[in-house]
């Protein structure tokens, strides 16, 4: 065990953060980590927005369902994949590059290598002492969101993540059991083992709820992914994306 790890293994959501804001150094630094990230093919095929305006934050809060914390924070970072650079590249070498932009293969480059560096952010800032929280919220309505961050064609803003210094902070989260992710040469098909660590994790979630909230939560984790994923969200993507010029083909 040594601090990266131990920074990354404790790991847990901030929604709650002091009112200061970061220091140009602080965000400088979270930039650079995030540029050093694995990225494929050196395509670098992200970019990342840092909101300071205040009324743009607000504006965004508004759209992931009046988040408070994305509107107050430390920072916030919104997290693109980028593909306009690289049609600009055409232009500059006069190459012919638009079915490749355009391809879910490059879709998933640029969606994969935002991720990469997003990561590497996050523990950036943990390791400053800091703490973070994604905001999936704001793909809620990407329409606006890219009119309020002025984002051409060949950009997806992906999610948001807020950085500042806790105010609050919470318990840890079970994560699925390592023997339910990690599978050895082949992916486990067996059911009833499937089934029997699922069932394993429902007790641990519904205990941390109980234990957080004093009795008056008792959820699984089964039970929350079936009533979230039996309620259609967010199914205007695949129109959205093509109507910006990626994943076409």
Not at 110 to 135: F, K, P, R, V
Not at 174 to 196: A, C
Not at 225 to 242: H, P, T
Request: net charge negative; aromatic share 8%; hydrophobic share 35%.
């Amino acid at each position: 065990m040594n601090t990266v790890i131990d920074t990354i293994l404790s790991h847990r959501s901030v929604r709650k953060f002091e009112d200061k804001k970061l220091s140009q150094e602080q965000i400088e630094t979270i930039v650079r980590s995030a540029q050093a990230a694995s990225t494929s093919s050196y395509i670098q095929a992200y970019s990342i927005i840092g909101v300071t305006d205040q009324t743009k934050k607000e504006q965004l809060a508004e759209v992931a369902a009046n988040q408070e914390y994305v509107a107050k924070n430390g920072h916030l970072f919104v997290f693109c994949a980028d593909l306009h650079r690289h049609e600009v590249i055409g232009e500059m070498e006069n190459a012919d590059v638009l079915s490749s932009i355009e391809s879910t293969e490059k879709f998933m480059v640029a969606t994969i290598d935002a991720s990469l560096a997003a990561q590497n952010a996050s523990i950036a800032a943990e390791s400053m002492g800091l703490g973070i929280c994604y905001i999936g919220g704001l793909r809620n309505d990407l329409v606006k969101v890219s009119e309020i961050l002025g984002t051409p064609d060949r950009v997806i803003p992906l999610f948001g993540l807020v950085v500042g210094h806790p105010a609050k902070i919470n318990d840890l989260k079970p994560r699925l059991p390592l023997e339910h992710v990690y599978h050895e040469n082949q992916y486990n098909t067996d059911e009833v083992s499937y089934k029997e660590q699922l069932e394993s994790y429902n007790q641990t979630v519904q205990e941390y709820y109980q234990d957080r909230t004093k009795g008056t939560r008792t959820d699984t984790w089964t039970g929350q992914l079936a009533k979230m994923l039996g309620n259609k969200a967010r199914m205007y993507m695949k129109d959205f994306v093509n109507g910006k010029g990626m994943n076409r083909r």
